[in-house]
C-alpha cells in the first residue's frame, strides 16, 4: 500500500508541477515502447492488431473509466492538472462509498480542440479504474463512468514531459503517418465530419522518472467488421 502511496502522491506532483521539459532528442520511431509504469501498477489490456514506423493499431477491450465534466480550457496541461485534482481526491475516497480505489494508468485526456489558437478547447480527464471496481465503480458528485464497448485505438508513443506545444505535433504526425491507409478511412468512418479533429493524450510516468517517459497519442474508433490489412 505504501508503494501505490508513493505513486499517487508523484503522479500527482506530475500533474500540479510546471516542469520545463518538452520532447527527449532520443530517436523514436512512435511505437514498441512498453510504459515501465504497466509493471507496478494495473493498466488497461489490449491487443496489438498491427506495429509499423509511426503507429500502432491497439484493440481495448470493454473497459470502465471515471471521468470529469469537460473542461473548457486553452491549455491541455492545465485541464489535465485540474481534472486530475478531482480524479486524486476520487480515488482517496471522497466518493459516495468513502472508498479508497487503487491508483492505474494511464490517466487519459480527451481533447476536442478550438477553431482557434486562442480560443478554449473542451477536455474530459479520466481514470482507468481498476478491474476490482469496475463492476461498481464508486459514484462521485462531478464525474461520471464511461463504460467502454471494444474499441480501436491508432496510437503514437513520444517521450519526455508533456507539452501543450507538443502535442499538436504529435497529433499531427500520427495523422500523417496513417494517411492512405485503412486505418484511416476507418476512422475518418467512425468519426464522421470530425475525424481529424478529436484525439487523447495518455500519460503513464511518475515526474521522478527522467528516462524511459512514455506519453501516447490515441485516435480512438470503431469498425464494423474485422478489418485486415
Not at 515501465?36 to 492488431?49: A, F, K, L, M
Not at 492505474?104 to 477553431?115: F, K, L, N
Request: proline residues 6%.
Amino acid at each position: 500500500m505504501a508503494v501505490f502511496n508513493v505513486f499517487k502522491l508523484s503522479l500527482l506532483l506530475s500533474l500540479l508541477s510546471n516542469l520545463p521539459f518538452g520532447l527527449w532528442s532520443a530517436a523514436n520511431n512512435g511505437v514498441g515502447i512498453s510504459p515501465p509504469t504497466c509493471s507496478r501498477i494495473e493498466c488497461p489490456g489490449y491487443d496489438v492488431i498491427e506495429a509499423v514506423n509511426g503507429y500502432e493499431i491497439r484493440r481495448y477491450n470493454s473497459t470502465v473509466w471515471m471521468s470529469t465534466s469537460p473542461i473548457q480550457d486553452i491549455s491541455l496541461v492545465e485541464a489535465t492538472r485540474t481534472g486530475f485534482l478531482q480524479l486524486f481526491d476520487y480515488i482517496q475516497g471522497k466518493n459516495d462509498y468513502e472508498k479508497e480505489i487503487e491508483m492505474t494508468a494511464p490517466v487519459i485526456t480527451e481533447i476536442s480542440p478550438s477553431d482557434g489558437p486562442l480560443c478554449e478547447s473542451s477536455f474530459v480527464v479520466s481514470f482507468y479504474v481498476p478491474t476490482v471496481n469496475q463492476a461498481n465503480p464508486p459514484p462521485a458528485e462531478g464525474l461520471h463512468v464511461q463504460r467502454w464497448k471494444p474499441v480501436y485505438a491508432a496510437v503514437r508513443q513520444f517521450r519526455g514531459f508533456v507539452a501543450d506545444s507538443d502535442v499538436g505535433e504529435e497529433a499531427a504526425a500520427l495523422q500523417a503517418s496513417l494517411a492512405d491507409t485503412a486505418w484511416s478511412a476507418a476512422i475518418e468512418k467512425s468519426h464522421g465530419a470530425d475525424h481529424a479533429s478529436g484525439y487523447t493524450v495518455a500519460q503513464y510516468n511518475s515526474p521522478f522518472e527522467f528516462e524511459n517517459r512514455v506519453n501516447e497519442i490515441w485516435m480512438l474508433f470503431q469498425i464494423e467488421d474485422e478489418l485486415t490489412v
